[in-house]
């Protein structure tokens, strides 16, 4: 019995540390990878640490995790005493119900009903105040937010214990001269302590480890490491996140054996009271050094913090743009915004501040813009999702061609389709979408055919992927098919649908940006995603291939824009300006790996032989910088007409709403057409089932020992009667 | 208690029904704070279920939610298959640990909350690294197992993040019944599987309830685990809430959040019914 419950013990453990002892290991790799380890290495530890992006959510974590701790602590704590006073019942009730709310509904209903509360107080104050962003509520509203879903928590650990202590104590000191704030500080609160105290830490855990509610809440100037974690598993996270894990796991470890340890020696009198002490401190330690370490590396001043404090305010845009879009420093690179924060205190003496956040789809971007108060300086739309603001009157107005290096932009990128005058966008990228295979798991002949149709290959079943967002994978339907991407005839969307339905059993999954982790570690074979993209995933993997299939594919161009509320728009303009400049826009293009629009950086020979030797051969030998301009099969060639042309057809236009609804309504019932298996049908009604048999046999019981115990009382009073 | 009760006289009690009253008083911060901030919320939340996105009224979105059934359903049988296996996993842990030596007990409820120190995403993230198709385990092993994407690994994902809460309220529970009870179990003829499924199971029921909703509610909501762990080729209904709130469909997303918290507040109330502790649940 004994052995066996030890080798049960050391068996859940075992499963439960094996993924936290593999990311352990994993933050030691020597290649960027999580899934295969190559060597060992502290590179993901230096990066980590000249990583700003990642202490300063270390330290907005901690920060947020301590203050909405303390809140909810003191609030919480006076109201269990509050409320072990109330003389109501009812009221008594009532309190603890509401209080209890946000312990038990979901997360997401939480973070929901907070973002919709959070919206109309935004609605209220703009009223008053005129110029008002989300971002300067933003900070309050996560600490409003963390506070509320950490209120029952407190409540509920000090609450029993302040029932279990009762009256006496404190009727006590008052008997002996206590005033009742003396009473209750002198001589309640050191007695509920240890409660107080673990209903703090328990608070400070869920604010720390809360993703759910802060993402529906969150502002884009105050990103949490949950926060950023997501960003990042989005796409691929690299292993510095898993050194940063281990860092905490091994500090926290650490202090838990430490204090441990010491209460070990103690006696057992004040083992309480010491233990007690130590995890206060060392829950203070761990703040302390995590806040001394952040406060080292964190510079989040603006990259000309050193050239003293001339021109006085800091001002800060906020740039949203797609997630790994940008040169960001990393292996060496140009890091463009801190270049930009330089340049502009050079030409200005003004000190600005880039405040970078990533969206992973345009109608993500959208949504955010249009329905929360937050406002950007600087978006980066594809081309349809332009014309579709620029309808809606959601751009600034400004003439790009004032700009001092609009002249850089080749002149096929100017005056396109969605803006024909330059007034509101300023290209930055464009590329073409195509399908990615894996050389080794897709037969040649398969290849050979550069059709759509390799993405309905039953051959490759469970080896596929599929774009998740509505747009990108009707589209691919929808070439295949020739079909029209632009269709106002619900019909056509329908017979895309079918297509779609058929597909979904031989998928692997529907993906955004996982597309980079699952195509680099061979856990799939076959994807549709962009040119750009795929450079990157080549890099690390050089068994992938690429090719532009012939029925036709989607062109498109990405553009910089200001958000008509931009707080900034004249340093939003220099921003743009500045990206277009030679430096900054090679950097983002040997960065990002799609083609540029930029003259001086097609042009630029340094650039174009790091493109040529980028890794890449394509069948017929064609380099990374022929994929990106050179090669022009017809069907390019079509639709690159298409989109610099007049007619339209392969590049995507803004829908109307009708369409827009009806293709969200189609996507929605493919996510739905979904075959459950059985087993979980039979599984769950079985427990179902079972739990209802047990409820019903136990009220029965209950019912049966009741019966019997009222018949027992009865009997023993007629007995005492009797006598 | 009526002992007490001839301690103080008439006047006393008047004076401690001031005191109570004032001190009620401390109360009031909360209170506040809990209309302004849980209460309010949610009519807000009610309101955008009952308009369309211009602000009429409409009773559109809730008669929408049909096409959500389907969603509703799977996201319930997965929620309440992972909770049985916490359960079925759990319940013995928490008795394995109270019944360990107590310098043992604090190591392994120390070694069982650590993970949760490491933010829920990561660990599922890594989850994921390990059991992809090309993933750690498969490239270890040299083989192409496919688990990730299918709804088993939603299900593993859920039992692995959310495990702790249902080991601890149960641990907190069986170490708190009295050793007498086990003594008398023994003297009155249990045998030791008697005395756990007579005794110490009903005993910890409180327990196990707390650990069930803390298990059942998180798992019904996800969307991370099963973004990350399903593939993207089904949707949990949490997935649908994300979604509407990213395509900026916030009215359709009110309906669905609203009902799935009355449905999770009707089912918390009816199994608090079979909960005899007094104050709801117990947390570590």
Same mark, same amino acid.
């Given at each position: 019995m004994k052995y066996a419950s030890r080798i049960y013990l050391c068996l859940i453990f075992a499963v439960l540390y094996i993924p936290i002892v593999t990311l352990m290991l994993f933050?030691?790799? *020597?290649?960027?990878?999580?899934? +295969?380890?190559?060597g060992f290495s502290l590179r993901w530890y230096i990066e980590l640490f000249s990583s700003t992006e990642a202490f300063t959510a270390l330290r907005n974590t901690l920060v947020l995790a301590v203050l909405s701790a303390l809140l909810a602590t003191v609030i919480g704590t006076l109201a269990a005493e509050g409320i072990y006073k109330m003389r109501s019942k009812l009221l008594k009730s009532a309190i603890n119900s509401v209080t209890n709310i946000p312990m038990m509904n979901p997360d997401i209903v939480t973070g929901m009903s907070m973002m919709l509360f959070f919206a109309a107080i935004m609605g209220i104050l703009a009223v008053v105040?005129? /110029?008002?962003?989300y971002n300067d509520i933003g900070f309050a509203a996560m600490l409003i937010s963390h506070t509320t879903f950490c209120l029952p928590y407190v409540i509920l650990s000090v609450l029993p214990r302040i029932n279990e202590l009762g009256d006496t104590m404190s009727e006590a000191a008052l008997d002996l001269g206590c005033t009742p704030a003396q009473a209750f500080f002198k001589v309640k609160l050191p007695n509920i302590m240890p409660a107080v105290l673990s209903g703090m830490v328990m608070a400070f855990t869920l604010s720390l480890d809360d993703f759910v509610i802060s993402y529906f809440?969150?502002?884009?100037n105050f990103q949490t490491l949950p926060l950023l974690i997501y960003s990042m598993t989005k796409k691929k996270v690299t292993p510095d996140m898993y050194a940063l894990s281990t860092i905490i796991i091994v500090t926290v470890f650490l202090l838990l054996v430490i204090s441990n340890f010491k209460s070990e020696k103690s006696s057992a009198a004040s083992r309480k009271k010491k233990l007690i002490s130590i995890v206060t401190i060392s829950v203070a330690a761990v703040l302390a050094i995590a806040l001394v370490i952040s406060s080292f590396f964190?510079?989040? *001043?603006? %990259?000309?913090?050193? *050239? %003293?404090?001339? !021109?006085g305010d800091v001002i800060t845009i906020n740039v949203y743009n797609w !997630?790994?879009?940008?040169?960001?420093? =990393?292996?060496?690179?140009?890091?463009v915004n801190e270049e930009f924060e330089k340049y502009y205190f050079d030409k200005y003496g003004k000190r600005v501040k880039v405040n970078y956040t990533t969206y992973a789809t345009n109608e993500d971007m959208y949504s955010k813009l249009s329905n929360s108060a937050v406002k950007y300086d600087i978006v980066v739309p594809s081309d349809y999702m332009i014309q579709k603001m620029i309808e809606e009157d959601m751009l600034y107005e400004f003439d %790009?061609?004032? &700009?001092?290096? =609009? !002249?850089?932009?080749?002149? $096929?990128?100017?005056? &396109?389709?969605? @803006?024909k005058d330059n007034m509101y966008s300023v290209p930055y990228t464009c590329g073409m979408m195509g399908i990615i295979y894996n050389k080794s798991m897709v037969s040649e002949e398969d290849v050979r +055919?550069?059709?759509?149709?390799l993405l309905w290959n039953q051959k490759y079943a469970g080896k596929i992927l599929q774009f998740n967002n509505p747009r990108d994978a009707f589209a691919t339907a929808m070439y295949m098919e020739g &079909?029209?991407?632009?269709?106002? $005839?619900p019909e056509v969307w329908d017979q895309a649908l079918d297509l779609l339905i058929k597909q979904k059993p031989i998928l692997q999954g529907y993906v955004n940006d996982e597309i980079f982790n699952k195509m680099t570690t061979e856990s799939a074979a076959i994807a549709p995603y962009f040119v750009g993209d795929f450079l990157t995933m080549a890099d690390q993997e050089p068994n992938l291939g690429f090719y532009y299939p012939k029925e036709g594919v989607n062109y498109f161009v990405d553009a910089m824009c200001i958000p008509k /509320?931009?707080?900034?728009p004249e340093v939003a303009m220099e921003y743009i300006n500045f990206m277009l400049s030679e430096e900054a826009a090679i950097a983002n293009a040997e960065y990002i790996g799609y083609a540029s629009p930029n003259r001086l950086v097609v042009e630029n020979d340094e650039y174009r032989a790091y493109m040529e030797d980028y890794g890449y051969e394509g +069948? /017929?030998?064609?380099t990374a910088y022929d994929l990106l301009?050179?090669?022009?099969p017809a069907e390019i060639n079509k639709a690159y007409n298409e989109m610099f042309g007049?007619? @339209? *057809?392969s590049c995507y236009r803004s829908f109307s709403p009708e369409i827009q609804t009806r293709v969200n309504t189609l996507w929605e019932n493919l996510k739905l057409s979904d075959a459950t298996e059985p087993w979980i049908h039979v599984l769950s009604i079985g427990i179902v089932v079972l739990v209802a048999a047990f409820a019903i046999y136990s009220i029965y019981i209950k019912k049966k020992r009741s019966r019997f115990y009222r018949y027992r009382d009865r009997d023993n009073k007629r007995t005492a009667v009797a006598k | 208690m009526k002992v007490a009760g001839y301690g103080s006289l008439g006047l006393t009690n008047l004076m401690k029904n001031k005191r109570s009253l004032g001190q009620s008083i401390l109360a009031a911060p909360h209170i506040f704070w809990a209309v302004l901030f849980i209460i309010l919320p949610l009519f807000i939340v009610v309101y955008y279920a009952f308009t369309d996105s211009n602000g009429q009224f409409s009773f559109s979105n809730i008669a929408s939610l049909t096409d959500y059934a389907p969603i509703f359903g799977l996201s319930l049988e997965l929620a309440i298959i992972a909770t049985a296996i916490c359960l079925a996993i759990g319940y013995p842990l928490a008795y394995c640990i109270a019944k360990a030596k107590p310098k043992h007990q604090k190591i392994f409820i120390m070694l069982l909350m650590?993970?949760?120190?490491?933010n829920l995403l990561i660990r599922t993230y890594s989850i994921m690294a390990i059991l992809d198709d090309g993933g750690f385990l498969n490239s270890l092993l040299n083989t192409s197992f496919?688990?990730?994407?299918?709804k088993g690994a939603v299900i593993f994902g859920m039992v692995y993040d959310f495990l702790p809460y249902m080991v601890l309220p149960i641990y907190t529970c069986i170490s708190k019944i009295d050793r007498s009870m086990w003594e008398a179990a023994a003297d009155l003829g249990c045998g030791p599987i008697g005395t756990v499924v007579k005794v110490i199971f009903p005993l910890s029921m409180s327990g196990i309830i707390s650990g069930v909703t803390m298990v059942l509610v998180p798992s019904i909501s996800t969307f991370y685990i099963s973004q990350k762990l399903g593939g993207g080729t089904f949707e949990l209904i949490g997935d649908t809430i994300e979604r509407q709130f990213v395509t900026g469909a916030l009215n359709v997303g009110a309906a669905i959040s609203l009902v799935m918290m009355v449905l999770i507040l009707i089912s918390i109330t009816i199994m608090n019914r079979f909960?005899?502790?007094?104050?709801g649940g117990i947390i570590v």
């Open positions: 933050s030691f790799n *020597a290649e960027n990878s999580t899934a +295969e380890f190559t105040i005129p /110029n008002i962003s809440v969150g502002p884009s964190i510079d989040d *001043a603006p %990259a000309t913090d050193g *050239a %003293a404090d001339v !021109g !997630g790994e879009y940008i040169s960001d420093g =990393f292996d060496g690179s140009m890091n %790009a061609s004032s &700009l001092s290096n =609009f !002249g850089n932009i080749m002149d $096929d990128y100017k005056g &396109l389709y969605y @803006d +055919e550069m059709s759509w149709s &079909l029209d991407v632009n269709s106002t $005839d /509320n931009a707080e900034h +069948e /017929n030998g064609e301009y050179n090669v022009m007049s007619n @339209d *057809a | 650590l993970p949760m120190w490491t496919h688990i990730v994407g299918t909960s005899d502790a007094e104050e």
